[in-house]
């Protein structure tokens, strides 16, 4: 029965063949360009799977007229944006797949600071946007888990500690398209089970001529330098160039991208949200807040050469090198409120259950100065071959190696009037809950004045007995991907398939994470375990560690005045802070691990050009078999004492698995007229777990009262952690869209649907059985063991047992306004809007939930008006309220709702055609020009706010300058 169900999709994919096959027996080729290559519109793109798949349905069946014109696809004889939109418009069409596309107006120009930029503006797609700039992308509603990244075709690692990519690792002048294809082909490796990202680069033979283009910018934020050391004013530098040699057999391509790009954001962070009194009203329990200044470095660099000595071989290595780092300056103050030691006073105003405001006394505050820095490096090699071995065959061999290395280090540094809440002075503090979630303080204490020292303002580290006058959370992520592949082509001239194709690829995938974690306390203090506490209780903040004078007023947007100001650095550098390590702080399970994967995945394609009766049918149907062998390595704590001292000693602990997927695929396009498509997909999809739970890491729990018992449910051991054995996530997903284009690629409206039903869906809060055979000698003498009732126990950990589905429908409009009117020559709008429902059930809870990362709407308009060199636009993006993912204590990652709403970015530019400055464009662009915040909340209440940020407008004037 099981096999049954599995096989369902399959026999569907396998009628609907047999139909389509019925009619065209005696069909002739089709008319309409042939498909099934995703570049055939736009040959600049260069993807590697395009390259291997050599034009899906391309063969000797086309008639010369039909090359001619696909040829002349990508020779478009507007320019600037229009020629954008006209581009993406015809790789869009020319597809064999339902895919977004976008393509730069000008080699290296793809608008935005990093990709994720660029993506944000893509019709069905949204960013969540961290540290103030676009980060990660969600295509119909899912979350960047259940989607991949390529670049020319291959699968990309990630600087996160999880799969999903982060977008603004990658510099957006590198590309000169992006495709995210929405549904899937078996020849598309490193699918993605909500859609995958194919970012393109340039190839220099498929240029028409040397190309040499160079971009430079000023940016700066609205608003002023928030914590000193870091500017509110940046930089962008970035340059491309492309030439021919040996009569057009050789080629090379070489870019570099510069960039300083500042972000001051204004930060708080309430605790959350305790009831005054049983079943009374809730109120703020504590506040953290912040003025962020941060600067984002990058160089980027990218070749690519190019060998194309006959019109049978081909072979293009291309690399890419990404430098990335992040620095922030972080100062501000935290105050425990309701839980704390303070108190509320009588005589708060309530509404609706919600305190608004009132006044706390007695408050201990903890001063921050605390500086965080993220620094990455990505490399990206890709060689790819293609040998045209006859008439017939072809092949394609592609040999593709990906890894990211991010260190972090974020540091904490506390200051107060005294050590714990017992000594020092205190603060009287009214507050004001904001109609826009802000929370405005009014202190009554001066916290830029000399009464202010190092400390442990609450006692935090009394628990760990140390003076816990600061922290250090260390994180560390190798990632990377090994990836070959070979393909093998056969062209037919006759019957309803142009092509067929088939291969195998092979990718081995490691991926490590680590953290280290230390306590700092101050000198002068014993730094034996036999003194309670480790440190002295307070020091005096050192003149040569301050800096602006000794104060500064980041947290004046809530209302709290000038504080002290100081450079952590300095302390830790010059020896003045004891470093004393710890271990899982504040974290559940210990957090190393390392996961491991072999991929191994043959597949089979068939690329149709024919008819049924008199409509042409294009596409391809096929199928992918993806085996994976999967292990992960993590610990096992143990503690135990030694000499009156707690020790922890970390157990290895290894697991894993293996799974093979049967992946099919199918997708029809039926050309209703010349210029309207009707496309049809079917396909089964995966996305792999999440990489931290598959971490085989376990914080064991033993309960000594149920050492006897043989039930496993009430068994001696159990535990929390990950799963090693976690199986993918599937769905089969199915696609309808109907397509009109107008003449020469102008613009078009299309209308489409999608049904996704989702089973082995991963619940991260479930349980699971367990064997802690090997766990036993480090937790019970002989004479326990002998008395255990069961080794058996309890996990609470993800495990696959969710199912649900994820529907939506899509329309979208591109249409340039002089169709409608002459008196709108110049005038074109660009709208989209997707509409997405789900829902999930988890095994033993009948009540449905939305899927995490789906918001309901997610919109997109543009109006552009461009004529001569004078060109416009104004661009909205909007998405409605979902659970996303952000940063937790100690570097962990934790869901929260976070509130929807709309930014607001545009550009004005003005072009040279002729004279002295022919081939010069200035650029001035902004970008959340409305001032849109950052917030999340909890308990389905936006007034109970956990995550505020308020970021500014950003600004850059550019000038680009293309070499004639």
Not at 854 to 877: D, I, M, N, P
Request: hydrophobic residues 35%.
């Amino acid at each position: 029965m099981i096999q049954l169900k599995r096989n369902v999709l399959a026999m569907a994919l396998a009628s609907t063949l047999g139909v389509a096959a019925f009619g065209v027996v005696h069909a002739a080729p089709a008319a309409q360009p042939a498909a099934g290559d995703s570049n055939a519109a736009a040959p600049q793109s260069g993807s590697a799977q395009d390259a291997q798949q050599g034009a899906d349905s391309s063969s000797r069946k086309s008639t010369a007229a039909e090359a001619k014109k696909a040829k002349q696809l990508g020779v478009v004889a507007v320019t600037g944006f229009v020629s954008s939109i006209t581009n993406s418009t015809a790789i869009q069409r020319y597809s064999s797949e339902i895919v977004e596309a976008v393509s730069a107006e000008q080699i290296g120009k793809l608008p935005g600071i990093s990709i994720a930029d660029t993506l944000g503006r893509m019709p069905g797609l949204a960013v969540q946007t961290l540290n103030g700039r676009p980060q990660v992308v969600s295509i119909h509603g899912f979350g960047p888990d259940f989607s991949t990244a390529l670049v020319n075709g291959n699968e990309q690692v990630s600087t996160g500690n999880n799969r999903g990519v982060q977008y603004d690792q990658y510099p957006a002048s590198w590309f000169n398209s992006v495709v995210v294809y929405l549904t899937p082909k078996a020849s598309l490796m490193g699918q993605g089970l909500a859609g995958t990202v194919d970012l393109r680069t340039i190839q220099p033979l498929d240029e028409p001529h040397r190309i040499a283009a160079f971009n430079a910018g000023y940016m700066w934020n609205s608003q002023s330098t928030l914590s000193p050391g870091f500017s509110n004013q940046g930089y962008s530098v970035n340059g491309i160039w492309a030439d021919q040699f040996f009569n057009n057999t050789f080629g090379v391509a070489l870019g570099v991208d510069l960039q300083k790009s500042p972000t001051q954001i204004e930060h708080q962070a309430p605790w959350g949200y305790p009831n005054v009194s049983s079943g009374g009203p809730v109120v703020v329990g504590g506040d953290k807040n912040y003025g962020f200044s941060d600067l984002l470095g990058r160089t980027g660099l990218l070749g690519t050469l190019q060998w194309r000595p006959s019109k049978n071989f081909s072979s293009t290595l291309t690399t890419t090198y990404d430098d990335f780092r992040e620095d922030q300056q972080a100062k501000g103050i935290e105050f425990p409120l309701f839980w704390s030691a303070a108190h509320l006073q009588p005589g708060y105003t309530v509404n609706n259950g919600f305190v608004t405001s009132g006044t706390y006394n007695n408050v201990k505050a903890v001063v921050r100065n605390d500086y965080n820095s993220n620094y990455a490096r990505v490399y990206n090699i890709d060689w790819n071959n293609k040998y045209r071995i006859n008439e017939d065959w072809s092949a394609d061999v592609d040999a593709n190696y990906s890894r990211a290395n991010r260190r972090s280090f974020l540091m904490e540094s506390y200051s107060g009037t005294g050590y714990s809440t017992a000594n020092g002075a205190t603060d009287t503090i009214g507050f004001n809950e904001l109609s826009n979630g802000l929370l405005y303080l009014n202190p009554t204490l001066n916290y830029a004045s000399n009464q202010f020292v190092l400390t442990d303002p609450q006692g935090w580290g009394a628990g760990s007995h140390i003076v816990q006058a600061g922290f250090i959370n260390a994180p560390r992520t190798t990632d990377y991907i090994a990836d070959l592949r070979a393909g093998l082509k056969r062209d037919f001239d006759t019957g309803p398939f142009s092509s067929v194709q088939f291969g195998i690829d092979r990718k081995t995938r490691n991926k490590t994470y680590n953290i280290g974690q230390y306590f700092l306390t101050l000198p002068n203090g014993s730094q034996t375990f036999a003194t309670n506490p480790i440190g002295a209780q307070t020091a005096p903040i050192p003149t040569a560690a301050l800096v602006n004078g000794g104060s500064c007023d980041p947290l004046a947007f809530m209302g709290v005045g000038p504080q002290v100001c100081y450079n952590p650095l300095y302390l830790l550098n010059s020896g003045f802070y004891a470093v004393i390590p710890t271990f899982m702080s504040s974290l559940p399970i210990p957090p190393n691990w390392k996961v491991h994967e072999i991929d191994t995945t043959p597949y089979v394609q068939f690329n149709l050009d024919t008819h049924v009766g008199p409509i042409p049918l294009t596409g391809n149907f096929g199928l992918q078999v993806a085996h994976t062998l999967q292990s992960s390595a993590g610990g096992s704590v143990s503690a135990s004492t030694t000499g009156g001292v707690s020790q922890v000693r970390v157990i290895p602990v290894e697991g894993g698995t293996s799974y093979t997927r049967y992946l099919p695929s199918m997708n029809l396009i039926f050309g209703l007229t010349d210029n309207t498509d009707l496309r049809v997909s079917a396909a089964r999809v995966m996305a792999r777990a999440r990489m931290d739970q598959i971490n085989d890491s376990l914080a064991i729990n033993t309960n000594i009262t149920q050492l006897l018992s043989t039930n496993p449910n009430q068994a001696y051991f159990s535990a929390n952690g990950g799963n090693p054995k976690l199986l993918p996530t599937m769905a089969d997903d199915y696609n309808i869209s109907l397509e009109h284009y107008f003449e020469g690629n102008q613009g078009y409206v299309a209308a489409s649907a999608y049904f996704l039903k989702l089973h082995d869906y991963i619940n991260p809060n479930a349980a699971y059985l367990a064997n802690f055979t090997p766990f036993i000698s480090s937790y019970l003498d002989a004479a326990q063991q002998a008395q255990l009732g069961t080794p058996l126990g309890i996990v609470s950990g993800p495990v696959n047992n969710g199912y649900g589905n994820v529907k939506g429908a899509q329309a979208t409009a591109s249409v340039p306004l002089k169709l409608l009117t002459p008196m709108l020559h110049d005038f074109g709008v660009i709208l989209s809007a997707d509409y997405t429902k789900s829902s999930l059930v988890y095994a033993g809870n009948p009540t449905p939930i939305t899927v995490p990362g789906l918001s309901k709407w997610v919109t997109q308009e543009t109006v552009y008006f461009q004529h001569g060199g004078l060109q416009a636009r104004v661009s909205r993006s909007y998405r409605s309220s979902f659970l996303g993912e952000v940063s937790g204590i100690s570097v962990s990652r934790i869901l929260q709702t976070i509130q929807g709403g709309s930014s607001y970015d545009a550009q004005v530019s003005y072009s040279f055609n002729s004279g002295r400055f022919k081939g010069m464009t200035l650029i001035l662009q902004g970008s959340n020009l409305t001032n849109k915040r950052f917030v999340t909340y909890q308990n389905n209440d936006p007034r109970q706010v956990l995550i505020w940020e308020n970021y500014g407008r950003s600004y850059e004037a550019l000038v680009s300058y293309k070499f004639q």
